[in-house]
C-alpha cells in the first residue's frame, strides 16, 4: 500500500530538513499544499529539497513553477477539475505532467477521469488537524473495484491504530499529515511506525 505525506499549510522553520529526511527513509510521494503561500515562498522552500527527491514532489499550488525546479507531478484542486469541465481528459491526455485530485464522496470518484493517476478520497476518519471534520467510514465501508477509475487514496485522520483498516476497505495507499506534522519533531519517527504498517 502506498504511504504518501501531505505537508503542513505553513512553513516552519527546519520543515525541508524534514522532508529530505523522509524521503531518505523511503517516502513515496510528497503533497506540496502551501495554499496561502507565494510563488516566492515555495520555490524558495522547493529549492531546500534535494533534487533527486523532486519527482517524487506533487504540487498543489503555482503549477508554472513545476518545469524549472523537476517536478513532474501535479496536483489539481477540486475547484480546478470541476471548472475544467469536459476539457478536462484533453488538458491531461496533452500534458507531461501526472495528475492527482481530491473528491470528497463515493459519487465523485465514479465519474473521475481514468487519466489522472490517483484520488485522494477523503475525510476518512475524524481529521487531525482540523476540528470539527468528520469522517465518513464505517466499520463495514468498503470501495467497490467497479467505482474505481483510478486509485484512490485515503486521506484524513490517518494514524498508527487504523492505516490497516485501509486495506480492507479496498483503498490503494494511504495520505497523511496531522499524524506526520503535530508534533514535527516527531515527523520522521511517527512517518516510519506508519510506514511499517503500510507495507
Not at 61 to 79: F, M, S, V, W
Request: hydrophobic letters at 40%.
Amino acid at each position: 500500500m502506498k504511504l504518501m505525506v501531505v505537508s503542513s499549510e505553513h512553513f516552519f522553520e527546519g520543515e525541508s530538513k524534514i522532508v529530505n529526511q523522509l524521503f531518505e527513509e523511503g517516502l513515496q510521494r510528497f503533497h506540496l499544499r502551501k495554499p496561502k503561500s507565494s510563488a516566492e515562498d515555495l520555490e524558495r522552500f522547493i529549492n531546500q529539497i534535494h533534487p533527486d527527491f523532486r519527482s517524487k514532489i506533487s504540487l498543489h499550488d503555482h503549477h508554472h513553477l513545476a518545469p524549472d525546479l523537476g517536478i513532474y507531478r501535479l496536483h489539481l484542486k477540486e475547484k480546478l477539475r470541476v471548472d475544467l469541465g469536459v476539457d478536462l481528459v484533453g488538458v491531461i491526455s496533452n500534458s507531461a505532467y501526472k495528475y492527482s485530485t481530491s473528491v470528497h464522496s463515493v459519487e465523485e470518484l465514479k465519474v473521475i477521469a481514468t487519466q489522472i493517476e490517483y484520488a485522494f478520497l477523503s475525510p476518512v476518519f475524524d481529521s487531525i488537524s482540523k476540528s470539527n471534520y468528520h469522517g465518513f467510514s464505517s466499520a463495514n465501508f468498503k470501495i467497490k473495484d467497479e467505482w474505481k477509475r483510478t486509485k484512490v487514496i485515503g486521506l484524513g485522520g490517518i494514524e498508527e491504530s487504523n492505516i490497516s483498516q485501509l486495506k480492507d476497505m479496498n483503498f490503494d495507499g494511504a495520505a497523511v499529515l496531522g499524524y506526520v506534522w503535530k508534533k514535527p519533531e516527531d515527523a520522521v519517527k511517527n512517518f516510519l511506525k506508519l510506514k511499517k504498517y503500510a507495507e
